[in-house]
């Protein structure tokens, strides 16, 4: 049995059979979190291990087993040791069924603005009174349909919140419960519409989070509103725009250069309202301390690629620092829609960052008396 595929198996983490080698999968557990502080969070069978000498004794059983297969034999021998002290660096477990990662802290902030070219501000957000529910939407329509259906859809959802609060240590349960929220929004819409002639037309972008007790953020995206992960000097893209031009990149058809200077980059495949029933993309996100998360409306990145917002955050640390600066940024930039930037920073509680601190002076203190 690989490392790879146990550790898929048996962490639950979606993707790393793609992870060439242990020490890119270790690099990797531990960029996700899961081995945060050395803590070990298990899903799915934690019945097996009796305590932590037997959870020792599995990862090393893991590791030989590894190491003794010939198509890795290579790889193994020459990151085995980083490999093994990722492991074996583990303090005591709190056996209670399941080991729990360090919890992140999280601050939010948003701002909106119409932009320079529009008489109205046809963009909402709602960010839930508990902070683990961001919503982003961009209406369309008209002068009168497209903020009315951005508002419905942002009211669904906190509707849904009020009257259906999700539970947040279930992580399945959070990613049905988004996208029940995102569908009932997409309902709300469509009934409005269907009852007034005069705003018929109307329909709205989502895009929508909800941040779990794992460390997780669930995202689920209709239409070409955006999510972003901010981490280690990069900017990933997380969702895919539901818009002709980029079934055209995805065909081969433009080149994402052209996709980005295309007038009809803005022609949407798919949006919330405009039928009774509409396909909802979901993305997890494994999150780590100082990520940064952005939800936004299409103004942002009509403006601003992908490096332009890594460069414009190198002199902002607070989620409100960080959506002033991009804001200004777009409007510098010529602002040609709206534009609303949700922004939440993910941090170890200060608490934690402080015994942290605590230890790994006192391991050099140490380090320099055996000097």
Known sequence: MI???????????????????????????????RFNNCQIYIETYPRFFKGEKSLRQFFYQQLKADEKAEKS????????????????RMPRLK??????MTKLAWSVAAVTDRGLHRSENQDNYYISPDMRVFVVADGMGGLKGGARASKLAVDAVEAHWKDNPPDYSDREAVQQWLVDAVA???QSVFTAASQDESVQNMGTTIVAGVQTEANTLQIAHVGDSRAYLVREGKTIVLTQDHSVVMEMVLKGQLTPEQ????????YLTRCVGHSGKVEIDRTPVEL??????????????AVLDEEQIFQELKDSNTPKEICDALLKSTLDGGAPDNVTILAVKYSVPKEKAKKKKEKEKASEDQAQVNR
Do not use: M, T
């Not at 996709?259 to 803005?266: G, T």
């Open 288 to 301: 780590q301390s100082d990520d940064l998360i952005l939800l936004s409306s299409d103004g942002l990145s």
């Open 3 to 33: 490392v790879e595929r146990w550790a898929l198996d048996e962490l639950g983490i979606p993707g790393y059979l793609e992870v060439p080698g242990l020490e890119r999968l270790a690099e990797k557990i531990h960029q996700s979190g």
């Open 259 to 266: 996709f980005k200077n295309s007038p009809f980059r803005h």
């Open 95 to 100: 056996l209670a069924g399941s080991w729990l």
């Open 184 to 186: 009932n929004a997409n």
């Open 73 to 88: 034999q290579e790889i193994c021998f020459n990151s085995g040791n980083k490999r093994k002290k990722a492991f074996w």
